[in-house]
């Protein structure tokens, strides 16, 4: 506490000690390693050359000794948890939640990867990967997470300027943005063509944008620069700031479609399933 604080007086207000008897076991542990571990400066006492090397060792033993118990806690549910998802479900909602995930089990270390190639756990050397779509795969255990829905998104300002709101038939002029990697065989056009067949909407527009994750879309609507289709499972969030607005309040699309976790049919890891739990606690929790 005196090397970390630099002064006797405040490390021994800390430890709820007088300042001379923090000095004299000072002394005393000086007197039994015969090594100087202080200098005393003027208001001020910082350890030697010898001190920190001391200091140094110490915590580090501290440090190795505290992982030890937090193991012990958590009975051995430590190491590595390697997670593949859709770019853009890990960006918008998995990264802001992954925090409390870490917290929970200090132990475990996550790395987490994103991309639109088909699940392979075993090549990936993937725990667990997150998908969007339905995806039958031979050795792989699915397990839904949580159903999605969509509608058309953009910045007030492109829904002020085509006088959008609730006039879908002004989508005429616009440009619409795609996610044409939104799940495995695509046709690019999918959301769209799903939404305006639902809603019996007839759009020719001005031009298209296509994207390989719905989070460049969204990046293009939210700088006025057209139309996404949203899912609102992701931008729940920019809905609510107002950074986003769905024109067409009564116009929301149930997906056919949602997020599922893909593991080895098996697998009983505890890491595994501390976070197959933890996901599922925070999808129930967002509604």
């Not at 756990?121 to 031979?138: M, T």
């Not at 509608?151 to 989508?171: I, M, Q, W």
């Not at 063509?193 to 994207?211: D, G, M």
């Not at 996404?228 to 107002?242: D, I, P, T, W």
Request: glycine fraction near 8%; charge should be neutral; charged fraction near 15%.
């Amino acid at each position: 506490m005196v090397a970390e604080k630099g002064s006797i007086a405040l490390a021994a207000r800390i430890l709820c000690l007088t300042p001379s008897a923090v000095s004299h076991r000072i002394r005393h542990l000086e007197r039994e390693l015969n090594i100087p571990l202080f200098m005393r400066l003027h208001r001020k006492i910082v350890l030697t050359a010898e001190g920190a090397h001391l200091f140094q060792k110490i915590t580090l033993s501290f440090d190795l000794l505290s992982k030890e118990l937090l193991d012990l806690k958590h009975q051995g549910v430590v190491g590595r948890l390697n997670l593949y998802s859709r770019p853009s479900f890990a960006q918008a909602w998995l990264a802001p939640r992954l925090g409390d995930f870490l917290d929970r089990y200090p132990g475990i270390d996550v790395c987490l990867s994103t991309g639109n190639d088909l699940i392979q756990l075993d090549e990936l050397g993937v725990d667990i990967a997150i998908n969007f779509g339905h995806l039958s795969l031979p050795g792989l255990t699915c397990t839904p997470l949580m159903n999605e829905s969509i509608t058309p998104v953009c910045s007030a300002h492109y829904a002020d300027k085509f006088g959008l709101l609730n006039h879908p038939e002004r989508l005429q002029g616009c440009r619409l943005l795609h996610d044409h990697r939104a799940w495995q065989r695509s046709s690019g056009n999918h959301e769209w063509q799903q939404w305006t067949e639902a809603f019996a909407i007839s759009v020719t527009p001005a031009s298209h944008l296509y994207c390989d994750q719905m989070a460049l879309a969204v990046t293009t609507a939210l700088h006025h620069g057209g139309v996404a289709m949203g899912r609102m499972r992701l931008l729940e969030e920019k809905l609510q700031s107002g950074s986003l607005v769905a024109p067409f309040p009564d116009k929301i699309l149930a997906s056919p479609y949602g997020y599922a976790l893909y593991t080895q049919q098996g697998s009983h890891w505890p890491k595994v399933q501390l976070f197959t739990a933890w996901i599922a606690e925070q999808a129930g929790s967002q509604g």
